[in-house]
């Protein structure tokens, strides 16, 4: 069983930055591929940034691309998603997800999820 766990502070103002980190633990032997996926309020999930299980192979969004910056840190098991020049739009609940397989993919398909944490950007 894996256990992904966000943290980050929820309100911010726009134009600010903020950090989230998600936490894996369990069986991770054969994690690899991590995202970061938003969801707002009556909007699909969508993708925000993905990474490789090296660190190397990076994907963002166009909306957020030039504005966040998603990092790992295999030792400590947590992925990190650093957000600036934020906007009322970047509103949403941020999941954390991870794939059994070495390839980033911006769908949906991937086999664990966190329980989500709700970033809220103030004009």
């Known amino acids: 069983q894996v256990q992904l766990v966000e943290s980050g502070v929820g309100l911010v103002q726009s134009v600010g930055s903020l950090r989230l980190s998600c936490a894996v633990s369990g069986r991770t032997s054969s994690l690899a591929a991590m995202g970061w996926f938003r969801q707002a309020p009556g909007k699909e999930r969508e993708f925000v940034a993905g990474i490789d299980s090296s660190g190397i192979r990076i994907y963002y969004s166009d909306p957020v691309k030039s504005r966040f910056t998603i990092t790992r840190d295999n030792a400590r098991k947590t992925v990190y998603l650093q957000m600036n020049s934020l906007k009322s739009e970047d509103t949403a609940v941020y999941y954390c997800?991870?794939?059994?397989?070495?390839?980033?993919?911006?769908?949906?398909?991937?086999?664990?999820w966190g329980q989500g944490t709700q970033v809220t950007v103030s004009s």
């Open positions: 997800a991870a794939r059994n397989s070495i390839t980033v993919v911006t769908t949906t398909d991937y086999q664990y």
